[in-house]
């Protein structure tokens, strides 16, 4: 691990710096949140900036400890890094200064100086998608790690790009509330800025597509920390063909998780209310997993057996 982080800090410097910087704004607007007793759309004004801190540190972080998993290094993989880093950035400067003059960020299109900020985001947010996708290609095709970590590494970057897809209702005409010059909503059923959960925000009276969003996202953090997990409490009891089995399963429940968050959200659910539709959804979508896992389980070989087959 050590030597991984090492080769990080060398191959991807400006990875590491986003991982700096954004670690330091987020300290900076935690803050801001003590001290600033302002309120934007029902929250603490410096909470949306702490949130997208905290999320570009963690984001940043990983992609450099898997592009450091590269068996040496890939031009094309950095340069798409280079990219998210410039989007990151940008999307940061648009945020953080919209705090500062005392208005959002998202969906404002109240003057014309917020609607060229709006979609300055809109387009930094797509082109950081292309480069999240050609990153997550070079690694596949470049062989990047052991093969279960690869495959968790796989799984962490399809399913953190379905989550940022599921996002893009959020912009669409339908979700356009009634208030001139608003051009989105991340809350279904209900005006965005009532009452939520503690510190995530996330609605407690409608449905709320931040939460499928955020789960999609952090696949690229629980998929390789599964992988890991696998190897260093099960290592002795599962071949590496049993782990990936376990991390596909594990990874398309996952996404299947990811897409089933958007749709009761978009049903105008809150996440702690789900009707019985959702929940009937998720008892399936449980018990296939546990289906799928025990499966796993009941055809492992033995690593000693594996070796000497």
Sequence with gaps: MTDVMSRAARRHRPLVLLTAAMAVLAVVTAVGMLADPRVLTGAPIWLKPFKFSVSFALYAATLAWMLAQ???????????????????????????????????????????????????????????????????VTLLVR???????????????????????????????????????????????????????????????????????FVGLHALQALPILAFLLRRYLGGWLDERDRVRLLAVAGTGYGVLTLLLTWQALRGQPLLRPDLTTLAALAALLAATALAVAAVVASRRRPELALAA
């Design 70 to 136: 590269l068996p040496r290094r890939s031009r094309v993989g950095e340069w798409a890094a280079g990219v998210v880093v410039a989007t990151a950035l940008i999307e940061m400067v648009v945020i953080v200064g919209q705090v500062l003059r005392g208005t959002t960020s998202h969906y404002n299109e109240t003057s014309p100086f917020n609607a060229a900020l709006w979609q300055v985001m809109g387009a930094a947010v797509m082109v950081l998608f292309v480069a999240h996708v050609v990153v997550a």
């Design 143 to 213: 062989r990047a790690g052991d093969r279960a970590t690869r495959w968790a590494m796989g799984f962490g970057l399809g399913v953190s790009a379905l989550g940022m897809l599921v996002a893009v209702p959020m912009t669409q005409p339908g979700q356009a509330p009634a208030d001139a010059g608003i051009s989105g909503a991340h809350s279904v059923g209900v005006p965005d800025g009532g009452p939520g959960l503690p510190i995530l925000g996330w609605s407690t009276t409608g449905g709320d597509l931040r939460i499928g969003h």
